[in-house]
């Protein structure tokens, strides 16, 4: 069954607009809060990052909530993870988080979790749309069973102290100078007070919102000011969050930066060494680099691969027993400490490793190297591009390039009218020629 509002990560779009606008979004609230109601007072918890369309979402989805008979507790701004910690520790009905992530500020989206604090299913949340497309009035509760809102005052200081405890007692960042990018987003308040209650020296930067400058020239997806000021500070390390903190990069004390393939191996293999890792191995994407998957094989380890998404990563993770999983993007998921993608919990177990180890972060942090890998992303309209019988031409030729020495992963976005388009292999040249002819077939296709 195809999806109606429901992506890759929830409902996102442009804020104002179908369906990041406030008639669907409090149909979307009275259709999840219904199915999420049981037999006692039902409750929703309820965190936002930092843009400014999150004060109208919040109340058009507070209203169908509070519509349905479901009491809201309001977090204010907060990381998605912490949103899901939250919802199992208040022993909620359902967490939501109002947030698109890494997308500039006029996009926004809600985030479902259910009170066991993972993503929803397909089922899930296919049921919600359902719901969403029927006469909602019939949803609606008696005037005598309407919900009540109120703000949760202290729900930063809870997750400051979680996010602390995932570090052993004994363990302190005392002498290390760390900065870290907020990206104007969800973690301004809690990232930089985690950091200088476990002792480092904390250099803040991308911490000022202004509900317009969310992931604007900062945080993870645009690092290279954190770099740079990782080099100006002579600091030991630099973290850089994205808007909703649910995923890291992080530079070494040269200002190079580390991606999640270099994370996920570090970690996974630092557990392995405790004993501690569960599965025989870790679960990325599709996306993430040859490299890992041949450094991991000479632990005797296996990668996973899912589609991406870090839901599905998470689905695979629960299957086969990992604690390890996520994206090269730096969606890291590490399940005994949460129960989705943390940015700041990641990059703790990276310091953790660090200080353990009494060794540099560039000495550290890479832990093999990767494969040549070409990502480009093609912007298009209309329907379908990759069902044009040119596209399909190039890529069929692409994958006979590759054969046996790369690997080929193409692919719509579930956020965005763009094709990801990405191939890797040992000869950088072949895997360029292979990128090359696809996304010229695909521009063609959008003139």
């Not at 004060?55 to 990381?79: K, R």
Request: aromatic share 6%; glycine share 10%; net charge negative.
């Amino acid at each position: 069954m195809s999806r109606k509002y429901f992506g890759t990560d929830g409902v996102r779009g442009l804020a104002n607009s179908a369906p990041m606008d406030p008639q669907t979004i409090m149909r979307c609230g009275m259709a999840a809060g219904s199915l999420f109601s049981t037999g006692h007072r039902p409750r929703v918890v309820i965190g936002k990052d930092t843009r400014l369309s999150g004060y109208m979402v919040e109340q058009a989805l507070t209203a169908g909530f509070l519509s349905v008979g479901m009491d809201v507790f309001l977090f204010g701004p907060l990381p998605t993870p912490a949103v899901a910690m939250l919802t199992r520790s208040l022993r909620a009905d359902l967490g939501v988080m109002l947030s698109a992530s890494h997308n500039p500020y006029h996009d926004n989206g809600i985030k479902f979790f259910g009170p066991d604090g993972y993503k929803l299913s397909d089922e899930q949340e296919l049921r919600i749309e359902e719901l969403m497309d029927s006469d909602v009035s019939k949803l609606a509760a008696a005037p005598d069973r309407l919900g009540r809102a109120k703000r949760i005052e202290d729900a930063q200081a809870r997750y400051i102290e979680f996010a602390k405890r995932t570090l052993p007692r004994t363990l302190r960042l005392d002498g290390l100078r760390v900065v870290i990018d907020c990206a104007n987003g969800a973690a301004y308040r809690v990232a930089p007070e985690v950091l200088w209650e476990l002792g480092a020296e904390v250099i803040t930067i991308g911490a000022e919102p202004n509900g317009f400058n969310i992931n604007d020239k900062c945080g993870s997806t645009a690092p290279e000011r954190m770099c740079e000021k990782v080099r100006e500070m002579r600091a030991d390390i630099g973290i850089a969050l994205d808007g909703d903190a649910d995923r890291v990069v992080i530079a070494d004390e040269k200002g190079r930066l580390v991606d999640g393939d270099q994370l996920l191996g570090l970690i996974a293999t630092y557990l392995l060494e405790k004993g501690q890792l569960a599965g025989g191995g870790v679960v990325a994407t599709v996306m993430s680099n040859l490299g890992l998957e041949r450094y991991l094989e000479g632990f005797g380890l296996k990668l996973e691969r899912t589609k991406v998404g870090d839901r599905y990563v998470m689905e695979r993770m629960r299957q086969g027993g990992y604690n390890v999983g996520g994206e090269q993007s730096g969606h890291i998921i590490l399940t005994d400490h949460t129960t989705t993608g943390d940015g700041l919990i990641a990059a703790l177990q990276v310091l953790a490793v660090v200080v353990t180890k009494g060794r540099r972060v560039s000495e550290i942090c890479h832990v093999f190297d990767p494969v040549p890998q070409i990502l480009e992303n093609v912007r298009y309209s209309g329907s379908a591009p990759l069902e044009d019988p040119a596209v399909r031409e190039s890529i069929a030729r692409a994958e006979v390039m590759l054969e046996g020495s790369g690997r080929l992963v193409i692919r719509a976005s579930g956020t965005e009218p763009v094709i990801r388009v990405m191939a890797e292999g040992d000869d950088e040249d072949l895997v360029r020629q292979a990128v090359g002819e696809i996304t010229e077939a695909l521009r063609a296709r959008a003139a």
